[in-house]
């Protein structure tokens, strides 16, 4: 049975989310909306830390949560490389990268920060260690984690190489359920996992790394709830040259304002879905795009294993349609055989993690923000 009491955090761009888990088993669950009048206050997402923290500890005074049972806090994983999947403790490195913003400017950057102020907080009432020695703050599975093929890295011009950005968390956590599941092993399978939410990565999984994904923010993947995905060169570079639009207006464009939003003026599939079952024939073509490309992003990640692939496994929240899953089933199970999670799970994902912390079995990585180490 899992032991001790973990916080986990996970921080969104106007939410932070919070849970405690005391034995295994999830005893509170809370999200901290912020205000549009409370986030003006600072210049830029990085300056938030301090304001967010305070919150979380103000939250768990209120409910009566004593800051000394904790003995590990577990956090999203934030914008930082070099990386492989895995466990890290939170160091001065990783602080450093994500407090500059070195490799993108997100919100989930914060988490790791705000879970290494609480450890640092909670050592300081504790005065000494508790049963697992000193609180520390960990992240698991971060987004940009790169175990990518070399050949996988190389872009169609040297100053374009394929990067990693991918839902890292949820689909290794989906992974390791559906080896449970079916009492396989991470050595001997190999699946395509598709992450569905309002961004959409198909990233693969073999011998218990991931060799390839798409990027999720970066143009490299399909039409999803809000974003472009892979967008024509020669019209994009009109557009960023006809000085109708900021650099910043064309961003939101391809990520925020794109695919559904762009068409409907919502993210919500369950609308597009309804409304094509109603025949709105405009919908009706969009969904069957949504389909198709992402089973077209599906079968190409078939290729890079010579077609052996033993699963596709759709999960994220849009996996909860069935119309969606059935229809990309249709289109790709002729491949391999697909399996459905629906959901994202991010706190009890990072709630997994932290408990194969406390129980040994685990690697710990110490991040370096120029190369790894691995203990």
Not at 103 to 117: Q, R, T, V, Y
Not at 207 to 216: E, F, K, Q
Not at 228 to 249: H, N, R, V, W
Request: glycine share 10%; aromatic share 6%; net charge negative.
């Amino acid at each position: 049975m899992a032991k001790g009491t973990i916080l986990v955090v996970n921080t969104g761009s106007i939410t932070t989310k919070f849970a405690l888990y005391k034995d295994g088993a999830c005893i509170l669950e809370k999200k901290l909306e912020h205000s549009v009048e409370e986030l003006s206050k600072f210049a830029d997402v990085m300056d938030q830390d301090g304001m967010r923290t305070e919150a979380i500890l103000k939250a768990l005074k209120e409910i009566g949560v004593r800051l000394e049972d904790i003995d590990i806090v577990m956090c999203r994983g934030g914008l930082f490389t070099p990386c492989v999947t895995g466990v890290y403790n939170v160091n001065a490195d990783m602080r450093e990268v994500l407090s500059s913003s070195r490799e993108g400017n997100h919100a989930c950057n914060l988490s790791a920060l705000i879970g290494d102020n609480i450890a640092g907080e909670i050592n300081a009432i504790r005065g000494k260690d508790g049963p697992f020695g000193p609180c520390v703050a960990y992240v698991a599975d971060p987004p940009m984690a790169d175990e990518m093929l070399p050949e996988c890295h190389v872009g169609g011009i040297p100053e374009f190489p394929r990067r990693t950005l991918f839902h890292a968390l949820n689909t290794r956590a989906i992974m390791r359920r559906y080896l449970r599941d079916t009492g396989r092993k991470a050595e001997d399978t190999t699946a395509i996992i598709c992450h569905m939410g309002g961004g959409v990565t198909i990233s693969l999984h073999r011998d218990g790394r991931v060799i390839d994904t798409s990027h999720g923010l970066g143009g490299d993947g399909p039409i999803t709830p809000e974003r472009a995905g892979c967008c024509p060169p020669y019209p994009l570079i009109d557009m960023c040259f006809s000085g109708k639009y900021t650099k910043q207006e064309i961003k939101k464009k391809l990520i925020g304002k794109g695919g559904a939003v762009a068409y409907f003026g919502t993210n919500d599939m369950r609308v597009v879905v309804e409304r094509a079952q109603e025949g709105q024939e405009e919908y009706v073509v969009f969904l069957k795009a949504f389909v198709l490309n992402i089973a077209k992003y599906i079968v190409a990640q078939g290729a890079v294993v010579d077609g052996k692939v033993d699963v596709i496994i759709l999960t994220g929240g849009v996996a909860y349609s069935k119309p969606i899953t059935d229809a990309i089933t249709k289109k790709v199970e002729w491949l391999a055989p697909v399996r459905v999670y629906p959901g994202e799970n991010e706190l009890e994902s990072l709630a997994e993690n932290g408990y194969m912390i406390l129980a040994g079995e685990t690697k710990i990585h110490t991040y370096n923000k120029d190369h790894i180490i691995e203990d």
